[in-house]
């Protein structure tokens, strides 16, 4: 029988890297699946609306948050398979990403190296196919498990029912209905380095050059980030706060030829990929401050809590700059943290 207690106004600040000071009506923290189907066999809980909580780093809670807050603690990674050309390593969704990363390059499964430091939990990655420096998750991604809180039933989704598109996926969009509980990853045996990302490459040859590794990859992007990105425990922030944009061929060149610096980069579907943080540095945004809300200084895409800023206020200064962006480009910017 599993103990789960579920806590009223349960202080959150802790919980999520913008440090909003904001409570859960109702909270529990998740150790094991027995202890989530304990609740949802409870029919006070299973009524209410759920919010599931990871590392907390891609969220933007504006208020108290109402129903049930479910705070994934699961742990455990193994490798579950193998065949031709992949090791199947399954891990839970409260495993934090990171030491996820370093446990498989450890155990020598590459595949994972380029999204080395990203915070966040495992089950939270395929939510909104993390991707950085080249690789996104769901590259690497073979199935996961999660609880349909509407129905009390365990589903298993691979690859093509997970719908993952650009920091996507069904899940993102479905928000509320499923909790992850675990994640099957797929690490091809066969290792490719990618050094695709030209920041990657710079930092390898400035160093010499020497014989790429998985574990060095991850090593140079640990460092690329912990020099780019502000650490939540020095300024609250959730990563980058927009999602760069895509826009057809004919807008790219329509804009190149007012800004010929402008980067762009081309994808699968023939539109272009814009860079969100050149926009808004462009729009004199980069290093300012409005209020406690922050525009970070060596990442524009990255807002940050400089002392008390609330959820609103975040929000507010995320409006200013789409509204900035949108009147010099013509390009409206899509927050990516999810607002609650
Ligand atoms: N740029 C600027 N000014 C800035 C920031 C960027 O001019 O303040 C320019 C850079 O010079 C470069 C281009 O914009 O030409 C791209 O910048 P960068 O390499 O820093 O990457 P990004 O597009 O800003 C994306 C992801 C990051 C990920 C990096 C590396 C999104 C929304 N962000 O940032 O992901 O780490 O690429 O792959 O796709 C995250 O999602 O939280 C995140 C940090």
């Not at 969220?59 to 948050?65: D, E, I, K, M, Y």
């Not at 420096?133 to 509407?150: C, K, M, P, S």
Request: charged residues 20%; hydrophobic residues 45%.
């Amino acid at each position: 029988m599993s103990a789960v207690s579920v806590q009223s106004h349960f202080p959150l600040q802790a919980l999520n890297t913008f440090g909003m000071d904001v409570f859960a009506d109702a909270y529990a923290a998740i150790h094991s699946p027995a202890d989530l189907m304990t609740l949802r066999a409870d029919p006070t809980w299973a009524a209410q609306p759920v919010l599931v909580l990871g590392a907390g780093s891609n969220l933007l809670l504006t208020g108290n948050v109402g129903g049930l807050v479910l705070h994934m603690r699961t742990t455990g990674k193994e490798v579950v398979g193998e065949d031709h050309s992949s090791i199947y390593v399954r891990a839970a969704a409260g495993e934090d990403w990171h030491t996820f990363v370093l446990w498989t390059l450890e155990a020598g499964y590459a595949g994972l190296e380029n999204l080395s430091l990203i915070p966040g939990t495992v089950g939270a990655a395929p939510v909104q196919n993390i991707g950085a420096y080249g690789v996104e998750l769901q590259e690497r991604f073979h199935a996961l498990r999660a609880l349909d809180w509407t129905t009390g039933e365990i589903k298993t989704f691979d690859h093509s029912s997970c719908r993952f598109s650009y920091r996507d996926s069904f899940f993102r969009r479905a928000r509320g209905r499923f909790i992850i509980m675990d994640v099957v990853f797929a690490l091809p045996k066969r290792w490719q380095n990618n050094l695709s990302y030209p920041d990657v490459e710079q930092a390898w040859r400035a160093q010499g050059a020497p014989p790429l590794t998985p574990l060095l990859v991850s090593r140079i992007i640990a460092d690329i980030r912990r020099r780019k990105l502000p650490d939540p425990a020095v300024a609250g922030n959730a990563g980058s706060f927009f999602k760069n944009p895509s826009v057809s061929r004919a807008r790219f060149e329509a804009l190149r030829a007012d800004y010929p610096d402008m980067p762009g980069y081309i994808q699968a579907d023939g539109y272009y990929r814009l860079a969100a943080g050149w926009l808004i540095e462009q729009c004199g945004w980069k290093g300012k401050t409005v209020g406690d809300v922050g525009v970070w200084e060596t990442q524009a895409l990255v807002l940050v809590n400089r002392g008390k800023a609330c959820g609103q206020d975040i929000a507010r200064v995320s409006l200013m700059i789409q509204e900035a962006v949108n009147e010099k480009f013509g390009v409206w910017l899509e927050p990516e943290p999810v607002f609650v």
